[in-house]
């Protein structure tokens, strides 16, 4: 960066062009200011200021793509997990379904009934 006093006026020119792919491989992220830059590009006084904005921006929305990821993450495990509470659990073959309780209670009436008569 310090090698080439142009960089500072390629990297806002890129920029001002919508280039921020181009700023990026550039070096944008690298950019230190120093005290002649702001008289690098004629007309454009505030290049370290939009400079150090365009680093501040890009540092930012990567934090957010960042949380962003991290909540979907987040809510696919939530989502998941959930999913597995209200999954039915799995029954073995052998195993006999259960019966409600109002026809359990019948059933077994019906049982005591049958074992009162045959005594």
């Known amino acids: 960066m310090a090698n080439d006093p142009a960089l500072p006026a ?3 020119m890129l920029l001002l062009d919508d280039d921020v792919d181009g700023a990026l491989a550039a070096g944008l992220m690298e950019y230190v200011p120093h ?3 702001a008289q690098r590009l004629p007309g454009h006084p505030d290049l370290p200021v939009r400079l150090l904005q365009a680093q501040q921006q890009l540092t930012r929305a990567w934090a957010a793509r960042e949380r962003y990821r991290q909540r979907a993450v987040r ?3 939530r989502a998941a997990e959930r999913d597995a509470r209200r999954a039915p659990a799995a029954t073995t ?3 006999k379904p259960a019966l409600p309780s109002a026809a359990a ?3 077994a009436r019906a049982k005591a009934r049958a074992a009162g008569h045959g005594a």
Do not use: H, K, S
């Open 10 to 12: 390629r990297l806002l």
């Open 105 to 107: 209670a019948i059933l």
């Open 93 to 95: 073959p052998d195993a």
């Open 35 to 37: 005290p002649d830059d």
């Open 75 to 77: 809510l696919g495990r």
